[in-house]
């Protein structure tokens, strides 16, 4: 009431404020518009994120072949071709379709043998890795990039493939020019899993030392756990349910802000933000948006898409050796495509198991208290069929599976 003398004195000004801001408001979505796909909005409703998931209760039939006939698997198979010198204990992990809570004590028993004299044996690696190589061309193809996929170029959904997709314009031209993967590029290579296993592991030390490392799902790095799962990070997972719980609406600066503060709470600096958007149709857009929006969260990261003619070359490769599975777990697959590119290769944080060795109950992932999704009984993964054949990896020295705490590996080290 008071201002009411001042307003007719400065009409000019105001105008000129009010006109100046209606302005930028303008720009700034015209600079929205042209720069998303489609039209912005604000608010935007997302399909339905997995229109299957009430089937969940049958999708393990429907992913993984079961071999109804079970009393002739040993005819058709010759199991020592497939693992040889294991207990037929664990080979029958490979075709039983009832999943163990509990580690049998034959896997704990061959876990000591192998613990007690590991030893890398470059020559078994670099068998596998060149077989791997030349079946994958994982430097070329593992993520999509201008050079492997120009526009218009048809790409078969890894697990849908029946569908074709293709790349526009706009999205090819995001894509790195060439793929950042080299042979051998790195010397030692960390791969993390979320195991709950890892909790009180005190493997963070040894975890930091690797060259490069990779994690999963973009877990979390807090203070809290730092003695055990290490701090440093090249390589992080994010598959598109993650997009959708954590990030929701990853296109509206709300979203993106959340996002960014995870990136720097999680200290993930520079990490590369692997990507599935070809499993299934359903996750192509949402990802396809989470690659276009986190530039403009200001961070250094970049998102980039798995090749699914990769993928599908990978599930055959592993397929024709005897892991009889629909749908890797994006850990068996990174495991696999990383001999490509690391020379020496440890995993952490991996275990399909409610008990650690020494029958302590654990929850699945690290940072939670009670299991969540649960690796023993997820519908789309038979993470114990993969541990089966990362355990038949560490025994020929191809990679070394670290499942028990660090402690005495850090103290043996030290002594000498
Ligand atoms: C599952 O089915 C119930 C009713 O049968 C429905 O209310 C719910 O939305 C469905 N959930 C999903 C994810 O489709
Ligand atoms: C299982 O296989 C055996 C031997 O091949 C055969 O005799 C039997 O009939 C089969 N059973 C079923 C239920 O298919
Ligand atoms: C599968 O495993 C369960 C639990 O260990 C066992 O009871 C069952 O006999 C096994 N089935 C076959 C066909 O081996
Ligand atoms: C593909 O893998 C097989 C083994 O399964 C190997 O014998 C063959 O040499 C590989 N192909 C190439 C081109 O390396
Ligand atoms: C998995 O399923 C079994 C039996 O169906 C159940 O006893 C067990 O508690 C489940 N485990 C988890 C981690 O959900
Ligand atoms: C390391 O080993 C020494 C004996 O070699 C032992 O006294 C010490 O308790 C061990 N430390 C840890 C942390 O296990």
Not at 19 to 34: A, G
Not at 315 to 338: P, V
Not at 343 to 349: A, L, N, P, R, S
């Amino acid at each position: 009431m008071t201002f009411k003398g001042k307003r007719s004195a400065m009409p000019q000004q105001r105008l000129r404020r009010v006109t100046s801001v209606f302005l930028v408001c303008v720009v700034m979505t015209m600079y929205n518009v042209l720069t998303m796909d489609g039209p912005y909005v604000i608010t935007i409703r997302l399909p339905q994120l997995y229109p299957w998931a009430n089937l969940s209760m049958c999708a393990p039939r429907m992913l993984i072949k079961q071999t109804a006939n079970t009393t002739a698997v040993s005819d058709l198979m010759d199991i020592d071709e497939i693992l040889p010198g294991f207990p037929k204990e664990i080979d029958d992990i490979m075709y039983n379709g009832t999943r163990l809570q509990a580690p049998p004590r034959e896997i704990l028993s061959v876990l000591d043998t192998i613990d007690r004299t590991w030893k890398f044996k470059p020559d078994a690696a670099e068998e596998l890795r060149s077989a791997l190589e030349g079946n994958l061309s994982t430097i070329n193809m593992y993520i999509v990039t201008q050079n492997n996929t120009p526009k218009d170029t048809p790409m078969k959904l890894a697990a849908e493939r029946h569908i074709e997709y293709k790349l526009s314009a706009v999205v090819a031209g995001r894509q790195p020019a060439r793929s950042p993967f080299s042979y051998k590029q790195y010397k030692t290579c960390n791969i993390v899993g979320s195991s709950g296993l890892l909790r009180g592991s005190k493997c963070g030390r040894e975890i930091n030392s690797g060259e490069f490392i990779i994690r999963f799902n973009m877990p979390p790095i807090a203070e809290a756990y730092k003695e055990d799962i290490g701090v440093r990070t090249h390589l992080v997972t994010c598959n598109s349910l993650t997009v959708h719980e954590e990030y929701q609406d990853i296109r509206s600066m709300h979203w993106l802000r959340i996002f960014r503060n995870s990136i720097i709470r999680n200290k993930y600096g520079k990490s590369m933000i692997f990507t599935m958007p070809f499993n299934v149709r359903w996750n192509i857009r949402r990802l396809i948006w989470f690659q276009t929006a986190v530039p403009k969260a200001r961070v250094p990261n970049r998102v980039v898409f798995n090749h699914p003619h990769h993928k599908i070359a990978a599930e055959k490769f592993w397929n024709d050796r005897g892991l009889d599975e629909k749908s890797f777990s994006s850990g068996f697959y990174m495991i696999s495509s990383a001999l490509s590119f690391c020379e020496k290769i440890t995993v952490y944080g991996f275990w399909p198991f409610n008990l650690d060795r020494s029958g302590n109950p654990l929850s699945y992932h690290y940072s939670q208290t009670g299991p969540k999704d649960g690796g023993v009984n997820n519908t789309w993964h038979r993470m114990d069929r993969e541990f089966v054949k990362l355990i038949e990896l560490y025994k020929e020295g191809v990679i070394k599976l670290v499942t028990s705490p660090c402690i005495q590996h850090k103290n043996t080290s030290d002594v000498r």
